[in-house]
């Protein structure tokens, strides 16, 4: 009886344990991070998409890499969800098709929203990153490209 006691007290404290810390090891993903990365950038690309389909030859495929390429440009900053495990973000931005470019200005306000695959959106998503490469380097104090 005794032995089933402590064994109960040390699994009880390992569930505290495992609940007080998980907050501070787990990173933010609640709708607020878009909002407080967008503070420090010129502009923040949300990538919602089923990330698997990035090895491919499809537009799909090409869309997440065109994404992840505006990831690279200074003051633009990246983020990307998997559309097989749907949470917070994909409802408060409504997304409804994978995959979805959501770009928001550095007020976390949505400018831009591209949805689908097709060699269209590929393009267009193509120009949006090549002018946000223009508005950081000219917010920068940079030549644009």
Same mark, same amino acid.
């Not at 933010?28 to 089923?50: C, H, N, W």
């Given at each position: 009886?005794?032995?089933?006691?402590?064994?109960?007290?040390?699994?009880?404290?390992?569930?505290?344990?495992?609940?007080?810390?998980?907050?501070? $090891?787990?990173?933010?993903?609640?709708?607020?991070?878009?909002?407080?990365?967008?503070?420090?950038?010129?502009?923040?690309?949300?990538?919602?998409?089923?990330?698997?389909?990035?090895?491919?030859?499809?537009?799909?495929?090409?869309?997440?890499?065109?994404?992840?390429?505006?990831?690279?440009?200074?003051?633009?900053?990246?983020?990307?969800?998997?559309?097989?495990?749907?949470?917070?973000?994909?409802?408060?931005?409504?997304?409804?098709?994978?995959?979805?470019?959501?770009?928001?200005?550095?007020?976390?306000?949505?400018?831009?929203? $591209?949805?689908?695959?097709?060699?269209?959106?590929?393009?267009?998503?193509?120009?949006?990153?090549?002018? $946000?490469?223009?508005?950081?380097?000219?917010?920068?104090?940079?030549?644009?490209?």
């Amino acid at each position: 009886m005794k032995k089933n006691f402590v064994i109960s007290g040390i699994v009880a404290l390992a569930i505290l344990a495992v609940l007080w810390f998980k907050p501070a $090891l787990s990173p933010k993903s609640g709708p607020d991070e878009v909002t407080e990365a967008s503070k420090e950038t010129v502009a923040s690309v949300l990538l919602f998409a089923d990330l698997w389909e990035a090895e491919g030859n499809d537009e799909c495929a090409e869309i997440i890499r065109i994404a992840r390429s505006a990831g690279e440009l200074p003051g633009v900053s990246m983020r990307e969800f998997d559309t097989r495990q749907p949470g917070e973000q994909a409802q408060h931005f409504k997304v409804l098709v994978s995959p979805t470019v959501i770009i928001t200005g550095p007020d976390g306000i949505e400018q831009t929203r $591209l949805e689908g695959e097709s060699s269209d959106i590929v393009e267009q998503l193509r120009t949006a990153v090549n002018a $946000l490469g223009n508005s950081a380097s000219e917010q920068s104090g940079g030549q644009p490209r």
